[in-house]
């Protein structure tokens, strides 16, 4: 009961205008209440790490963790059915980090969808493939999007790309303490016009999880911002 009453609470909190333009929930799966904490919180896009495992996609970050009940349906599909039919829904990213093999995997995912119309013909709503992908992206349906990561090889169409995604260690050791140092800002400067060359928004994962970060990110232009705190972040970048 208690928690039933929460998840109505945090439901009836999306009509309060919390939003955010560049927000993204990593590991959203590790909160109390997977999706709501982060849907209320006004982020823009949800990452889910998932295991296939006989045909089921189970949410973990690691494979000793799953269990049958945390699985991507329960945890993510159902509930943004809710807030997809609900008034004032203004979109949502679903980025599925795949952790087992990618044609398994999103064979899986693909039969489950076909459960899912309000979601795979919605346009206010984006499922994104990361983690293990396949290599030719253009042999899936267009409500597939993906993950890309490789900002130096990329595929004749990009059609079913939603996003650049690049490790932000492999450019700076930056702790997000002091200020970015300037050669680390101009790696970053390149990465994002980059994407932003072909139209795509771009993600830093790993970055740091700190107010100065996430100012040093948006003045940046960076399109979403990767944290774990997802309420903190939308606020301190609502001020």
Same mark, same amino acid.
């Given at each position: 009961m208690k928690t039933r009453l929460l998840i109505?609470?945090?439901?009836?909190?999306?009509?309060?205008?919390? @939003?955010a333009q560049k927000v993204h929930a990593h590991n959203d799966y590790e909160h109390d209440f997977p999706f709501w904490e982060a849907y209320t919180a006004g982020v823009k896009s949800v990452e889910a790490d998932v295991f #296939?495992?006989?045909?089921?996609?189970?949410? $973990?970050?690691?494979?000793e963790d799953v269990s049958a009940e945390r699985n991507l349906e329960n945890l993510y599909l159902q509930p943004l059915v809710k807030v997809v039919q609900a008034s004032g829904f203004q979109g949502? &990213?679903?980025?599925?980090?795949?952790? @087992? +093999? =990618?044609e398994p995997t999103l064979s899986a995912l693909m039969k489950l969808l #076909?459960?899912?119309? &309000?979601?795979? $013909?919605?346009?206010?709503?984006? !499922? =994104?493939?990361?983690g293990n992908r396949p290599s030719d992206y253009s042999a899936f349906l +267009?409500?597939?999007q993906f993950d890309h990561q490789d900002a130096e090889n990329w595929p004749e169409t990009l059609d079913n790309i939603a996003l650049l995604s690049l490790p932000f260690y492999k450019i700076s050791p930056w702790k997000g303490q002091d200020e970015l140092p300037l050669k680390d800002r101009s790696? /970053? #400067? #390149? /990465?994002? $016009? !980059? =994407?932003? *060359?072909r139209?795509?928004?771009? *993600?830093?994962? $790993? @970055?740091?999880?700190?107010?100065? =970060?996430?100012?040093?990110?948006?003045e940046l232009g960076v399109d979403y911002i990767n944290t774990d705190k997802p309420y903190e972040c939308v606020n301190f970048l609502e001020k």
């Open positions: 109505v609470v945090l439901f009836c909190l999306q009509n309060l205008n919390l @939003t #296939e495992v006989d045909g089921k996609l189970l949410v $973990a970050h690691n494979r949502l &990213q679903l980025l599925i980090d795949f952790k @087992t +093999e =990618a #076909e459960n899912y119309p &309000q979601l795979t $013909a919605n346009k206010k709503v984006t !499922i =994104a493939v990361s +267009e409500y597939i790696k /970053m #400067e #390149e /990465m994002i $016009a !980059i =994407a932003h *060359r139209g795509l928004p771009i *993600r830093f994962w $790993a @970055t740091p999880d700190t107010p100065l =970060a996430w100012k040093t990110l948006k």
